[in-house]
């Protein structure tokens, strides 16, 4: 029972129209819940644990070294609000926010589906900015963020390896909530 404009079924576009009314974190929750559920076992269960393993490496710091068997050495990495190219760079930048910058930084996933080769992660990242490292000096008191982010990590089902990684976050709220600049401003 698909719509004929989307892979969707009818019931959760259904559901988007009706909860588009109530807050929209009460949409974003049941939407993704719904797709979760329903979505979740398109891709193999190899594609979901590369991909899986790979999500937590990075957001707990570990680096390219933690990182990189879970990944093609060529593997990009691509967001409009950050300069990384490449996977092992942006590895390397989370490493540095997770041991240095914030080093209580933590993540929350709220929700994870998949496709054939793709998974995404709709997560919140948590941290305080309580070490030297950042564009400005550490606040007195050290100021705490919440940023809503997503992953969507395509995995090549041939070689069970990382081929890229697309984030999108809200830079403007987390950025503001530890009082530093936009990159590009001073």
Same mark, same amino acid.
């Given at each position: 029972n698909? +719509?004929?404009?989307? +892979?969707?079924p009818?019931?959760l576009?259904?559901?988007l129209h009706?909860?588009?009314?109530?807050?929209?974190h009460? +949409?974003?929750d049941?939407i993704t819940r719904?797709?979760?559920s329903?979505?979740f076992? /398109? @891709?193999?269960q190899?594609?979901i644990?590369?991909?899986? @393993?790979f %999500?937590?490496? +990075?957001? $707990?710091g570990k680096g390219w070294?933690?990182c990189k068997?879970? @990944?093609?050495a060529d593997?990009? %990495?691509?967001c409009a609000?950050?300069?990384?190219k490449?996977?092992?760079?942006y $590895?390397?930048w /989370?490493? #540095?926010l997770?041991?240095?910058?914030?080093?209580? @930084?933590k993540?929350?996933?709220?929700?994870?589906t998949?496709n054939?080769t793709?998974?995404?992660f709709v997560c919140?990242?948590?941290?305080?900015?309580t070490l030297? #490292? #950042?564009?400005v000096?550490?606040?007195d008191?050290?100021?705490? /963020?919440s940023c809503p982010y997503?992953y969507?990590i $395509?995995?090549d089902?041939? $070689?069970n390896?990382v081929?890229s990684l697309?984030?999108? =976050?809200?830079?403007?709220?987390? =950025?503001?909530a530890?009082?530093?600049?936009?990159?590009?401003?001073n």
């Open positions: 698909l +719509c004929r404009f989307s +892979c969707f009818s019931f576009l259904v559901s009706f909860f588009t009314t109530t807050p929209d009460c +949409c974003f049941i719904v797709t979760h329903y979505y076992n /398109m @891709a193999s190899s594609v644990d590369v991909a899986t @393993a %999500f937590e490496a +990075c957001e $707990t070294e933690g068997e879970f @990944a093609t593997a990009t %990495f691509e609000v950050l300069p990384q490449r996977l092992d760079e $590895t390397e /989370m490493k #540095g997770v041991s240095g910058i914030a080093p209580d @930084a993540y929350e996933i709220l929700s994870k998949s054939e793709q998974v995404v919140l990242f948590h941290g305080t900015h030297p #490292g #950042g564009p000096p550490v606040a008191p050290p100021k705490k /963020m997503t969507t $395509t995995v089902p041939a $070689t390896k081929t697309y984030k999108v =976050f809200d830079i403007f709220s987390g =950025f503001s530890w009082g530093w600049p936009l990159p590009g401003q």
